[in-house]
């Protein structure tokens, strides 16, 4: 054997004993309510639905900070009080098998927004090519599922006039709102109010004004 093929049996044996104490197992932990499942943030103030897959068996699963219940098959649920960091581990006949790390955060207060904007100065073009109304949690990955119903939309084509007021019973403007619309002009607003939500709790709610 030559001093180079030694050399390269050494450094093989050197490197597959140094693996078999550590232990082996293909397993995830996702959060299945978020935009993006496999980010690592979880919320406050809500039920954070936290599921494993993997070839693991009697796979239990354990929290340093916060609260976790344990649910139907493969989910558990963690709830959480105060912002900071939580780590997730997977534990397979009493050995850790893996371990995740969450960003705990705080959910911001819903946003309205037209044309994809919050409280901008938009064009009418700009406004025509989306004339809708979605809601937006700034920074946040939960899939909220939050739906506009309905709403009221006020133009004001001069500060002293009286507003033109139109309903619309969908989340994009009606026929008569785009009418509307193309009579404003630079300087000219529109205000919305009394905007109704459905949420992914299945209930229909008053946004904020």
Not at 14 to 37: K, R, S
Request: with cysteine.
């Amino acid at each position: 054997m030559t001093i180079k093929a030694c050399l390269k049996n050494k450094i093989l044996s050197v490197i597959l004993a140094a693996f078999p104490l550590l232990p082996f197992a293909q397993i995830h932990i996702i959060n299945p309510g978020l935009v993006y499942p496999d980010s690592p943030y979880v919320y406050i103030g809500v039920n954070n639905t936290l599921q494993t897959a993997g070839t693991a068996k009697k796979l239990t699963l354990s929290l340093d900070n916060g609260s976790l219940s344990k649910g139907t098959n493969n989910e558990y649920t963690a709830t959480f009080s105060s912002p900071g960091i939580a780590n997730v581990t997977a534990w397979e006949n009493g050995k850790e098998i893996y371990r995740k790390k969450y960003t705990i955060r705080r959910i911001a207060d819903p946003v309205l927004l037209f044309a994809g904007k919050a409280d901008s100065i938009l064009s009418v073009r700009e406004i025509l090519a989306s004339p809708c109304l979605s809601i937006s949690i700034p920074g946040c990955y939960i899939n909220h599922q939050f739906t506009v119903l309905s709403f009221e939309a006020y133009f004001i084509y001069q500060p002293d006039d009286t507003p033109n007021t139109a309903k619309c019973k969908d989340w994009c403007m009606n026929n008569e709102q785009v009418a509307l619309l193309r009579r404003l002009k630079p300087g000219n607003k529109i205000l919305f109010t009394n905007t109704k939500v459905y949420g992914a709790d299945s209930h229909a709610r008053t946004f904020r004004d």
